[in-house]
């Protein structure tokens, strides 16, 4: 707790799964002369109990302080005001005419509202307790000094939330009792419980498109329009935008044990609020594009945009949103809210006004019913939680990027290297559909095996490149084998990616070069002996670029055993059948051996070797995809391609 602290006597806790007996505290801060007893616990502390430590605080009653106390270090263009919860920008300042915009709610929003305080947005912003409204002492206390420097007086943006509209509202009568010019606008743009009669007395409640109203209104304040006319336009902007969002798993706030709504696993609430508290209902979850068209159509029906309208969205990140989940959805919100038939004109993503941890978004649609908003959200603020900045502005010019970058499916290869005849083309086609299938059948297997060790999607990754194996199968250039190695290079770089899209293409494209040097083939075996040196080129052009080596628990335990069989096997006389089989066996005999081997590479390389129990995924991957090529191979098509082998 960053305090001395002291503790004595046993606890014994119990969990569902086992019993065991910690050493309980009494938990003390020594304050002067003075020893305040924080936690005192005698017999028994509960397992849920222990989990509520399970935030990065100190003290749950001090962590709001705590944490303004850090935003100003890390901002010192931000001070806060003492005594209070107030943030304002810091230094002496001089009087000016323009209005001063103040805001505030409560805590666990980060960056809202302090994070938006700056050149051209607010000039000051009041900090409740988690989820709480601050008291109007400190609201008066940040408005009174917004007002010393601003002589143009005091906008007010207030969230629709009872304690706010209560506790500002205080706060500004007693500002204009002091002689304080203060007009105030309430914030309430959620359209989630519109038609169901929730809140219907209430009103609608205050969402993340707040930030649009301090951007705005921010910043036509620093330009010098009159308080009237700040509001005014503040009032338009709140009449012009619509929010709704969703959140798949809830928060716990400090000190708590307690999700704020329990979902099950499967489930998703549409229409959630800032604090947690439910929706409008609650849904199945789904694929994303599904659950952003059901937060998307209730603010279509709310706005309705006309065709060639122009908006500016705000997609807000509840604050446990992984950022790969936030840039999929704003892919997918971008192109809905685009088939309305409006123009896109800013998208701008990030936690704006978040939840604690909570796993969700919201979605602000603007209509930008006035051409200066666009300048207003254009311009540069200090304010360190807008997500806005010069990059947010489209370039001038239009282009497409597909014309200016080449598509690696469409590289120009040339045809090389020895040409089958049609019988052998359609042998070798059958093959590799039969691969294909086999590794998609076993990618769930593959999987497993990779879960202890790696991040459990070798299988899926191999199935990806078998699904685009099959996709392309008409058009792949069956009967140049030089050519189609290069093209199964370029399949493996694009569908698979990372380390395995990379070895793969390493052993596709070095096998390729090898084949392509050949001019003519003069017997079915000469045949195959080309094939054997084209593999064993493929293994060397793995090594060149990789530390993996036989021994070290990765798919080339299988592969060069294989290799080598099916080399040996050709060099002995063995037609096609009989080599590969040989090579089946010592991808097998291979796979096998790494159950007991240690990793030396790859990310395996840093697990605990209890997690290694079974064989490696890349090595039980090869040994399936040269069966099904000998299961092809000794099918029916045999006898079609018996010349050749």
Partial sequence: MGSPLSGHFDVEVRSVRSARTLPAVSVERQ?????????????????????????????????????LA?????????????????????????????????SGGGAGHEPFCAGFVGTGMLAGAVSGSVFASPPATHVVRGLAHVARRHRGGVLLVIPN???DCLNFGLASEWAKRDG?????????????????GKGSSAGRRGMCGLVFVYKIAGQLASEGLALKKVAEAAQKVIDNMATMGFALRSCTVPGSTQLLLKLDSDSVELGVGVHGEAGAKTIKVAPASELIAEILNPICQTLKPAKGEKVAVLVNNLGGLSQLEQWVAVSIIHKQISSWGVFVER??????MTSLETVGLQVCVLKLAENSWLRCLDAVTSA?????????????????????????????????????????????????????????????????????CG???????????????????????IKHPAKLLMELANLASITMGGTSGAVYGLLFSAASEQLRKVKCVADALNFLEHIAKSWEEGLRGIMRHS????????????????????????????????????????????????????????????????????????????????????????????????SLC
């Fill in 31 to 67: 304050t002067g002369d003075r020893t305040v007893t924080l936690v005192k616990c005698s017999t028994r502390i509960a397992p849920d109990a222990i989990m509520a430590l399970h935030k990065l605080v100190d003290d749950p009653e001090r962590c709001v302080d705590d944490m």
């Fill in 70 to 102: 850090g935003l100003a270090a890390a901002f010192p263009h931000l001070r806060v005001l003492p005594d209070t919860r107030a943030v304002v920008l810091s230094g002496a300042g001089g009087q000016d005419d323009a209005v001063g915009v103040v």
């Fill in 161 to 163: 939330y009872t304690g």
């Fill in 180 to 196: 304080i010019p203060v007009e105030s606008v309430i914030v309430g743009e959620d359209c989630a419980l519109l038609g169901t």
């Fill in 347 to 352: 998208i701008y993503a990030a936690p704006v």
């Fill in 384 to 452: 360190p939680g807008w997500p806005g900045c010069s990059l947010s502005i489209p370039p001038t010019g239009e282009h497409k990027p597909e014309e200016l970058v080449a598509k690696l499916e469409d590289l120009d290869i040339k045809e090389s290297g020895p040409e089958l005849e049609h019988a052998h083309s359609q042998l070798l086609l059958h093959a590799l559909e039969t691969a294909a299938k086999d590794l998609i059948q076993h990618a769930d297997k593959m999987n497993e095996l990779d879960s202890g």
């Fill in 455 to 477: 991040d459990g999607d070798c299988g899926s990754t191999l199935a990806r490149l078998a699904k685009g194996i099959l996709t392309k199968l008409p058009t792949l250039s």
């Fill in 547 to 642: 530390k993996a080596r036989q021994g070290d628990r990765t798919m080339l335990d299988a592969l060069i055993p294989a290799c080598e069989e099916f080399c040996k096997a050709i060099l002995e006389g063995a037609n096609g059948p009989t080599a590969l089989a040989a090579a089946v066996l010592a991808a097998r005999k291979g796979c096998a051996s790494t159950a007991d081997m240690s990793a030396n590479v790859g990310r395996a390389s840093y697990v605990n070797e209890t997690h290694l129990g079974d064989v490696d995924a890349g090595a039980y991957g090869v040994v399936v995809w040269l069966e099904a090529l000998l299961k092809a191979f000794e099918s029916n098509f045999y006898h079609s391609f018996c």
